[in-house]
């Protein structure tokens, strides 16, 4: 493949991806706010997706580094991990809450204050391989959301 055919795929892949909204809903997203010398933010949320899907990633202009991370108790240790990805089970709610699945926002360009709102994009693939995204906006807060799943 030449580099103009595979830089023209990209365009008009970056062209679909804005046309069409993923097939899935967020609900209950919220962002933590963080304390002066605090380096970085976690955002959580419960995904649940129509077809089969496989969650990419999450970007947003707050952070300059976010990455899909895991915490798990290894023994007595709580223990975080980076996920490259995460698939999406059609109908099954996927969690990212404090203590499991979370997007950990890192390289902080925003104070992230109790009461503001961030920018956040989701990155999903579907089962042929189409990118989609879905555009959000965290509310900063210090707890979930309660009515999230109501
Ligand atoms: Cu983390």
Same mark, same amino acid.
């Given at each position: 493949?030449?580099?103009?055919?595979?830089? +023209? +795929?990209?365009? $008009?892949?970056?062209? =679909?991806?804005?046309?069409?909204?993923?097939?899935?809903?967020?609900? *209950?997203?919220?962002?933590?706010?963080? !304390?002066? $010398? %605090?380096?970085? =933010? $976690?955002? #959580?949320?419960? @995904?649940?997706? =129509?077809?089969?899907?496989?969650?990419? *990633? *999450?970007?947003?202009?707050?952070?300059?580094?976010?990455?899909?991370?895991?915490? /798990?108790?290894?023994?007595?240790?709580? /223990?975080?991990?980076?996920?490259?990805?995460?698939? @999406?089970?059609?109908?099954?709610?996927? %969690?990212?809450?404090? $203590?499991? #699945?979370?997007?950990? +926002?890192?390289? @902080?360009?925003?104070?992230? /204050?109790?009461?503001? %709102?961030?920018?956040?994009?989701?990155?999903?693939?579907?089962? /042929?391989?189409? !990118?989609?995204?879905? %555009? +959000?906006?965290?509310?900063?807060?210090?707890?979930?959301?309660?009515?999230?799943?109501?």
């Amino acid at each position: 493949m030449t580099k103009l055919f595979a830089s +023209l +795929l990209l365009a $008009g892949a970056a062209l =679909s991806a804005q046309a069409a909204s993923a097939p899935v809903t967020v609900q *209950g997203a919220w962002a933590r706010p963080i !304390v002066p $010398g %605090q380096q970085s =933010s $976690g955002a #959580y949320m419960t @995904l649940v997706a =129509s077809e089969p899907l496989t969650l990419l *990633g *999450g970007e947003s202009p707050a952070a300059g580094i976010v990455e899909i991370h895991q915490m /798990k108790m290894e023994g007595d240790i709580m /223990k975080m991990r980076a996920a490259e990805n995460l698939p @999406l089970v059609p109908g099954k709610p996927l %969690q990212l809450a404090p $203590g499991g #699945y979370h997007f950990m +926002l890192m390289d @902080l360009q925003d104070p992230f /204050k109790a009461g503001s %709102q961030i920018p956040f994009t989701l990155r999903f693939r579907d089962a /042929k391989g189409k !990118v989609s995204t879905v %555009q +959000l906006r965290l509310p900063v807060q210090r707890v979930a959301p309660h009515d999230a799943h109501r």
